[in-house]
């Protein structure tokens, strides 16, 4: 099965994607079948209608920025800079935690879309009987008009929203409150993208016109009969397809260049300057602008950048990279070999180095391999069935066997939790938590949900049976050592990072809040304020 978010090949039993980090253990979280093949052709050619495959697309990311069908709903962790805000559901009510603990209560109802920017200081939400709000650093801002948060916008840093009503787009100075009305006459489905700064909108009219605005300042007319689907770093660059969806072009100068029609794995740099993707044609890339040219002939049903953690995020149903260069970087290519019934065993993984004049391969091995980069860019981790390999990104790519797990069952994935040192200490395979000393591998417990790394660096948490519904939460030190968090507590799949601790549920429906201090909060008996008086909830 797939991710539906980013289609990254995994099964329901991993509970969290591999590469997103999205929960896949719920209802409608993975699609059965694989991405129709991409094609790479030199010219354009007519291909399904797009635009409706695009706000399909759109609809289920903004789907999946909620959990509604759990006991509880979280925005998910910042992937740049500091969280320095909590936004939690509790008994169906929107709240912002503080750090001092404070809790402000933002709706009486449980929104229906929900946003927020990237450095955790902004939050976006529609409900159905309040209609949209807006949260900068715990305080609400009001808008005057009724709009639709399913077509709004959040800047990289909270400052700034977009927001649409039925056919106007205003700016929303987040730090004041100012509203400015930008535009008039929106087409009923607006297609905005923003740049990865925040500064630089565009979006479409009815009449399929594209408008770039800068921090709600008077629109500049950019091209006719197109829709916008990016906008690089200061405005310089804007992607766009035509009409029908069919075709990717750039434009730069007042020059308007044909890219390809196939570019459903979009993936570029956080600047917006360079951009690849993989086709059964082979791997592309782009920089400033300019036409894709092909730089390995090997077919790649999907390719992404592998990054270290906390450098990649989701922006205008894109992915992000927080890096300056793609050039140098390695590269994960999934191919489906077979043409029978989907398969995770069907697939060939290609670690490669793209270059600007070619690829350099680094290894291969068949399925969904785990990889992972070392923090100074460079050794590649991988794994290739139970075995977990090594390999230098500079010289000769020559893989190293660093260890291998006996007795894994076939179909499994091999995952590796590695210390700030870039040591591989903590093994997973989908059912079994092992400790790694050196060539020794020593079984800890029996888990469910992937392990994860404690933020404040002490570990891994991992969630052991216990006797009753629930589990223990039980964070291992990098020395295998088990301490449990909370014995009292019967926790419930799935546990949540957020900033530098821990949200989950127990068995009775309750929402807690386990901090980098060990210190545990019971969401349910926190103080609401809502600026002028305290409420007990």
Same mark, same amino acid.
């Given at each position: 099965?797939?991710?539906?978010?980013?289609?990254?090949?995994?099964?329901?039993?991993?509970?969290?994607?591999?590469?997103?980090?999205?929960?896949?253990?719920l209802?409608?979280?993975?699609?059965?079948?694989?991405p129709?093949?991409?094609? !790479?052709?030199?010219?354009?050619?007519?291909?399904?209608?797009?635009?409706r495959? &695009?706000?399909?697309? !759109?609809?289920?990311?903004?789907?999946?920025?909620?959990i509604?069908?759990? *006991?509880?709903?979280?925005?998910?962790?910042?992937?740049?800079?500091? %969280?320095?805000?909590? $936004?939690?559901?509790?008994?169906?009510?929107?709240?912002?935690?503080?750090?001092?603990?404070q809790?402000?209560?933002?709706?009486?109802s449980?929104?229906?879309?929900?946003?927020?920017?990237?450095?955790g200081?902004g939050?976006?939400?529609?409900?159905?009987s309040?209609?949209?709000?807006?949260?900068?650093?715990?305080? %609400?801002?009001?808008?005057?008009?009724?709009?639709?948060?399913?077509?709004?916008?959040?800047? &990289?840093?909270?400052?700034?929203?977009?927001?649409?009503?039925?056919?106007?787009?205003?700016?929303?100075?987040m730090?004041?409150?100012?509203?400015?009305?930008?535009a008039?006459?929106?087409?009923?489905?607006?297609?905005?993208?923003?740049?990865?700064?925040?500064?630089?909108l565009?979006?479409?009219?009815r009449?399929?016109?594209?408008?770039?605005s800068?921090?709600?300042?008077?629109?500049?007319?950019?091209?006719?009969?197109?829709?916008?689907? &990016?906008?690089?770093?200061?405005?310089?660059?804007?992607?766009?397809?035509?009409?029908?969806g069919?075709?990717?072009?750039?434009?730069?100068?007042?020059?308007?260049?044909?890219?390809?029609?196939?570019?459903?794995?979009?993936?570029?740099?956080?600047?917006?300057?360079?951009? $690849?993707?993989?086709s059964?044609?082979?791997?592309?890339?782009s920089?400033?602008?300019?036409?894709?040219?092909?730089? *390995?002939?090997?077919?790649?049903?999907?390719a992404?950048?592998?990054?270290?953690?906390?450098?990649?995020?989701?922006?205008?149903?894109?992915?992000?990279?927080?890096?300056?260069?793609?050039?140098?970087?390695?590269?994960?290519?999934?191919?489906?070999?077979?043409?029978?019934?989907?398969?995770?065993?069907?697939?060939?993984?290609?670690?490669?180095?793209?270059?600007?004049?070619?690829?350099v391969?680094?290894?291969?091995?068949p399925?969904?391999?785990?990889?992972h980069?070392?923090?100074?860019?460079?050794?590649?981790?991988?794994?290739?069935? /139970?075995?977990?390999?090594?390999?230098?990104?500079?010289?000769?790519?020559? /893989?190293?066997?660093?260890?291998?797990?006996?007795?894994?069952?076939?179909?499994?994935?091999?995952?590796?939790?590695?210390?700030d040192?870039?040591?591989?200490?903590?093994?997973?395979?989908?059912?079994?938590?092992?400790?790694?000393?050196?060539?020794?591998?020593?079984?800890? %417990?029996?888990?469910?949900?992937?392990?994860?790394?404690?933020?404040?660096?002490?570990?891994v948490?991992?969630?052991?049976?216990?006797?009753?519904e629930?589990?223990?939460?039980?964070?291992?030190?990098? @020395?295998?050592?088990?301490?449990?968090?909370?014995?009292?507590?019967?926790?419930?799949?799935?546990?949540?990072?957020?900033?530098d601790?821990?949200?989950?549920?127990?068995?009775?429906?309750?929402?807690?809040?386990?901090?980098?201090?060990?210190?545990?909060?019971?969401? @349910?008996?926190?103080?609401?304020?809502?600026?002028?008086?305290q409420?007990?909830?």
């Amino acid at each position: 099965m797939r991710c539906r978010l980013c289609h990254t090949p995994c099964t329901p039993e991993e509970v969290f994607c591999p590469h997103c980090g999205s929960p896949v253990n719920l209802p409608g979280a993975l699609i059965d079948d694989p991405p129709p093949p991409l094609k !790479a052709l030199p010219a354009p050619k007519k291909r399904p209608h797009f635009r409706r495959i &695009f706000a399909v697309c !759109a609809a289920v990311c903004l789907a999946l920025t909620l959990i509604g069908t759990l *006991s509880y709903a979280l925005t998910r962790p910042p992937r740049f800079g500091e %969280t320095r805000w909590i $936004f939690a559901y509790v008994d169906d009510r929107l709240y912002s935690l503080s750090q001092d603990g404070q809790a402000v209560r933002l709706t009486d109802s449980r929104p229906s879309v929900v946003r927020y920017s990237l450095n955790g200081t902004g939050l976006l939400w529609q409900t159905e009987s309040n209609g949209i709000g807006l949260c900068y650093e715990g305080k %609400t801002i009001s808008v005057t008009h009724s709009a639709s948060a399913d077509q709004s916008a959040l800047s &990289f840093d909270g400052t700034a929203a977009y927001v649409t009503t039925a056919a106007d787009l205003y700016w929303v100075d987040m730090t004041t409150g100012e509203e400015r009305l930008v535009a008039e006459g929106l087409a009923q489905t607006s297609y905005l993208a923003l740049s990865p700064d925040g500064d630089f909108l565009v979006y479409n009219d009815r009449e399929e016109q594209v408008w770039l605005s800068c921090r709600g300042g008077t629109p500049e007319l950019l091209e006719k009969g197109m829709l916008p689907i &990016f906008v690089s770093q200061n405005g310089e660059i804007c992607y766009l397809m035509d009409a029908d969806g069919e075709c990717l072009y750039s434009l730069r100068d007042g020059v308007l260049t044909f890219l390809t029609d196939s570019f459903r794995n979009f993936c570029t740099n956080r600047t917006g300057t360079e951009l $690849f993707y993989g086709s059964e044609e082979g791997l592309f890339f782009s920089r400033n602008g300019e036409p894709f040219r092909m730089i *390995s002939q090997e077919p790649c049903d999907f390719a992404t950048p592998i990054l270290p953690t906390g450098c990649s995020a989701l922006v205008n149903y894109f992915y992000i990279y927080d890096v300056s260069t793609l050039v140098g970087l390695p590269v994960s290519c999934l191919t489906l070999k077979s043409n029978g019934p989907y398969d995770i065993q069907g697939y060939t993984t290609a670690f490669v180095r793209l270059e600007e004049d070619g690829v350099v391969p680094l290894a291969q091995c068949p399925g969904n391999a785990f990889c992972h980069l070392s923090a100074d860019g460079e050794t590649l981790f991988y794994t290739d069935g /139970p075995t977990l390999y090594s390999c230098a990104m500079t010289g000769e790519a020559a /893989p190293v066997e660093v260890l291998s797990v006996p007795d894994m069952e076939a179909g499994q994935t091999l995952y590796a939790l590695f210390d700030d040192r870039d040591t591989p200490r903590f093994l997973w395979t989908g059912g079994v938590l092992s400790f790694c000393d050196g060539d020794s591998i020593t079984p800890l %417990t029996e888990t469910s949900q992937t392990p994860s790394l404690d933020p404040a660096g002490r570990g891994v948490y991992a969630l052991r049976g216990g006797e009753g519904e629930g589990y223990t939460l039980t964070r291992y030190d990098w @020395s295998g050592n088990a301490v449990d968090c909370c014995p009292e507590i019967e926790v419930t799949i799935p546990v949540y990072i957020l900033g530098d601790g821990l949200l989950f549920s127990d068995t009775d429906g309750r929402d807690w809040y386990l901090d980098e201090t060990d210190t545990l909060t019971d969401l @349910s008996r926190l103080s609401a304020w809502d600026g002028s008086e305290q409420e007990g909830m």
